[in-house]
């Protein structure tokens, strides 16, 4: 079932891309995106919430971005537009809409621009009767529940790849029944749809959402993040303990990164992207790239901490240690070497020491001990002594020599 999604997937972004322009079809070619390692990619609402500013001239921008940044060849492949795309209301036929203040050229215009470039689409809603961004009369869009055939079939048929599937709203039906609804209406579109529940860890999506009847490839562990030291560090704790339920095809999603969005120092921004690399977590990019400085762009480009979240392996990180503020994670990779985060979440400077031991490995054998920061080999025994700095995350992948 997963093989045959992933195959599916990839399948229908190559034939999207039949119709594209000669450059676009070149692009499209180097397309290789399924759910066997954790999606990447952009998702505007961490940068827009539902200001004005997210409209199609913002999303095109991004997406001529993602190209000229190298980001989309460091493997951000989804283009995802959040909540408030969509009109307030249905049309005549009960159909969504777009907003065309937004999107004036509609969305399926919008889904061929990102397709001829090599990205795939992605469009929001939710499991309820209105999403969660309250508009007219505090009331949120239309949702999904109980429109589950209707919504599918047009996400479909303006040519989304994907779907976030929000909890708002949802008249306490419970949580597996309305996700399942839309997991088989997703499914009977004949259309492979990259399905990403939201539930934000309420249901514990993570013992029910691989079920073949629901079909997620991720679920969202925890509330929303916000653009702060507090948040992501809260979020962190209460995804990392989840490394059993993660594997191709199925991923604990600890909500989108706010690299860039200039709440946290840089530091605290290499820590984010660590740790939501070694805990094989989607990686989708909430900032506006159009806009994004130089230090931020650096972070999310760093393909070395990026193999690790991709490792074809597929593990998430499992932490080994977590005392006095200091949490050691160690995420097995398909070449046989580990990765490794220290991170140091105290507002103090900390003298840190681990044994190879504690990573699993022997002790008497000689390592390559790469830095995936400071992109630097040392030779070593399998152990690391330091001194963290407050907040900071050391990375490390280490190798049998
Ligand atoms: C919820 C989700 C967020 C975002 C907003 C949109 O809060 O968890 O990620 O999609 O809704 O309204």
């Known amino acids: 079932m997963k093989a045959t999604l992933s195959t599916m997937v990839r399948m229908a972004l190559l034939s999207a891309c039949v119709f594209a322009t000669a450059a676009g079809a070149e692009e499209a070619k180097k397309v290789e995106f399924n759910a066997d390692t954790p999606q990447m990619g952009f998702n505007n609402w961490n940068s827009t919430h539902c200001r004005d500013e997210f409209n199609e001239d913002m999303i095109r921008g991004v997406a001529d971005k993602l190209i000229s940044s190298g980001l989309r060849d460091a493997g951000y492949r989804h283009i995802n537009l959040d909540d408030c795309w969509a009109d307030w209301k249905r ?9 065309l203040k937004r999107f004036p050229h509609g969305i399926k215009a919008l889904a061929d621009y990102v397709h001829e470039r090599g990205f795939a689409f992605g469009l929001y809603s939710s499991a ?24 599918a079939a047009y996400f479909a048929s303006v ?63 925890t509330g929303d993040i916000s653009d702060n030291y507090a948040s992501m560090l809260k979020i962190f704790k209460e995804n990392v303990v989840l490394d059993a339920y993660a594997g191709p095809g199925h991923w604990n999603d600890p909500d989108m990164l706010e690299v860039g969005n200039g709440g946290m120092t840089d530091v605290e921004y290499r820590s984010h992207f660590s740790l939501w690399s070694i805990m094989a977590a989607p990686l989708l990019i909430g900032t506006d790239l159009r806009k994004i400085k130089p230090d931020a762009l650096e972070i999310l480009l760093n393909k070395e901490v990026i ?22 994670i160690v995420k097995p990779l398909k ?5 490794v985060a220290v991170f140091n979440e105290a507002d103090a400077a900390q003298d840190v020491a681990v044994s190879a031991k504690e990573l699993g490995l022997q002790a008497s054998a000689k390592y390559r001990m790469r830095d995936l920061w400071k992109h630097s080999d040392a030779q070593g025994d399998g152990s690391i002594k330091l001194r963290l700095e407050p907040h900071a995350t050391v990375m490390y992948r280490i190798s049998a020599q």
């Open 128 to 151: 309820g009767t209105n999403t969660c961004e309250p508009h007219q009369a505090n009331r949120g869009f239309p949702g999904g529940l109980g429109h589950e055939k209707q919504d």
């Open 307 to 328: 193999a690790v979240d991709q490792d074809p392996l597929g593990v998430q990180g499992k932490r080994v240690r977590d005392t006095n503020g200091v949490h050691v």
């Open 159 to 221: 040519g989304a790849d994907y779907l976030k599937y929000d909890n708002c709203n949802n008249q306490k039906v419970p949580a597996k029944e309305r996700y399942k609804a839309m997991g088989e209406a997703l499914r009977a579109t004949g259309k492979p749809i990259f399905y990403s529940l939201c539930e934000w860890g309420e249901n514990k999506a993570w013992l029910w959402a691989t079920d073949p009847a629901v079909g997620a490839s991720s679920w969202r562990t």
């Open 335 to 339: 070449d046989g070497s580990r990765a």
């Open 91 to 99: 049309d005549k036929n009960g159909n969504l809409q777009p907003n």
